[in-house]
């Protein structure tokens, strides 16, 4: 008898997300958890046929397929498993519109089990949907998935916990942070509660800086609709990077169970403030102008299509921010994020104080010791001042290297396993979506107000003349 039996039902099936993401992190998903009974229900404004969604179902799995087989250095031809092509057949496809109570009762009719919705859907339209959901009688079972962002500031993320709170418990309500799903973020849990020599060093005795940086070589990608109204800081710092942030900075929970996890990185998202206190300094934007990245020209940013320039929207964003508490206070944490950089670059960057003292005879390097976690590939890297080669009194910069465990999931694979069993751990609890807003709505409003500048960065460098833009 399968171990669980639930119907995934996603709003908005024909969309990007669906197709690039969801469906292949469920085809990982499927492949590890075998004995899981899941029946596959999609729906969205296009009309499509029984046989074309059953065929984008299935291209789905077999890029989800073909990315394991090389990863693992497989060759050939990739194929669905039996198990994979039993979901794609059994799966069915219903045009509808999801802020129709009819049209929501007809899907909910479809699920055999009781049903995982997952809004793969605009803000606005998520919202109405789930006002219309309010008022059906829903299985006892229903989970919701909301991506991101959760509400447009503090104020209607409130309204929208208020909204589901009324009829659903928030055990059952998963506001999704694929981030959390990375094994990478996963993994600094084990580096740092299970290890008596890193977690000692994490604190303000120890430590000058921490940085998260998430740098993408990509332009706008066509995304204009979505980006042009969120902007960098929106998209990946109020988004992801707050959350990567709570995770390297909580205290130690007393398990991993998903209260216990998610009250200790709330914890964290309560105690931040601007550094110094001045949010203008704290917090810099930019956006790209004409450049070019490797063989590939972009415009400008401001001549995108669907851009609209006059909306101010930074493709790069670079906040300072304190954590007033006893372990972290006066440690200054950047979360930085951007698009059309030189380089890819996604890590978690902690920078050592100095030695406080060196014994006179020793000289060479005076680099601080520094722990990089890459976020992508999963990494670690440990750089220490030891003795070189060669003169023994002569101290060189080297480094300790070693890669996580990458898991057996994808990052929505990581996610969809939690939605679809109602583990609520790696998803956003809902104060705490609250509270990532807070955080940031000074900045924002500062940046509507026109007080702080929008820089300018040349597609292809490292960001603005003038900021320090981070040591690599």
């Not at 309010?134 to 309204?159: C, I, N, Q, V």
């Not at 998202?269 to 990245?293: C, E, H, M, N, Q």
């Not at 951007?338 to 670059?345: F, H, N, T, V, Y």
């Not at 509507?448 to 603005?464: I, N």
């Amino acid at each position: 008898m399968s171990s669980l039996q639930t119907s995934l039902l996603i709003l908005g099936a024909s969309g990007d997300l669906s197709k690039r993401l969801l469906l292949p992190g469920l085809a990982t998903l499927l492949e590890v958890k075998e004995d899981w009974d899941v029946q596959l229900v999609g729906a969205g404004v296009e009309d499509i046929s029984d046989a074309d969604w059953k065929a984008q179902v299935r291209d789905s799995f077999e890029n989800a397929q073909a990315s394991k087989n090389e990863d693992e250095g497989a060759s050939g031809e990739s194929r669905l498993s039996e198990r994979l092509q039993a979901v794609v057949d059994a799966s069915s496809y219903g045009k509808a519109d999801v802020t129709d109570a009819d049209d929501l009762k007809t899907l909910l009719g479809h699920c055999d089990h009781d049903p995982a919705v997952y809004f793969a859907l605009p803000p606005a339209v998520t919202e109405k949907s789930c006002a219309v959901l309010k008022d059906l009688d829903l299985p006892a079972g229903t989970r919701f998935a909301l991506e991101k962002p959760f509400g447009t500031d503090a104020e209607s993320a409130k309204h929208l916990n208020e909204l589901l709170h009324s009829f659903l418990p928030e055990e059952r309500i998963h506001r999704v942070d694929h981030f959390l799903g990375r094994s990478t973020v996963l993994n600094l849990l084990g580096l740092r509660f299970a290890n008596r020599v890193v977690e000692p060093l994490l604190s303000s005795t120890h430590v000058e800086r921490v940085d998260i940086v998430y740098d993408e070589t990509l332009g706008l990608e066509g995304r204009a609709r979505y980006y042009d109204k969120a902007g960098a800081l929106v998209d990946m710092i109020q988004s992801h990077l707050l959350q990567v942030l709570a995770v390297v900075a909580m205290e130690a929970p007393a398990s991993i169970d998903a209260d216990d996890l998610r009250t200790q990185k709330e914890l964290v998202l309560r105690a931040l403030r601007p550094w110094g206190g001045d949010v203008l300094a704290a917090g810099k934007r930019a956006r790209y102008t004409a450049g070019k990245i490797g063989d590939r020209s972009l415009p400008s940013y401001a001549d995108e299509e669907g851009v609209d320039p006059s909306l101010g929207t930074e493709t790069l964003a670079q906040l300072t921010l304190e954590i007033a508490n006893w372990r972290w206070a006066g440690v200054p944490f950047t979360l930085r994020s951007g698009k059309a950089l030189a380089k890819q670059r996604r890590e978690i960057v902690v920078t050592f104080k100095d030695s406080p003292h060196i014994p006179v005879g020793l000289s060479g390097a005076e680099r601080p010791d520094r722990l990089r976690i890459w976020i992508a590939p999963d990494e670690m890297q440990l750089e220490l001042n030891v003795n070189g080669p060669g003169d023994p009194y002569t101290i060189d910069h080297t480094s300790l290297e070693t890669k996580f465990n990458p898991g057996r999931l994808s990052a929505y694979g990581e996610v969809l396993a939690g939605v679809l069993e109602g583990d609520a751990t790696l998803s956003v609890r809902g104060d705490s979506a609250v509270q990532g807003w807070k955080v940031v709505e000074p900045f924002l409003q500062a940046w509507r107000d026109g007080d702080a500048p929008l820089d300018e960065y040349p597609a292809g460098s490292e960001g603005p003349e003038g900021w320090d833009n981070i040591d690599a």
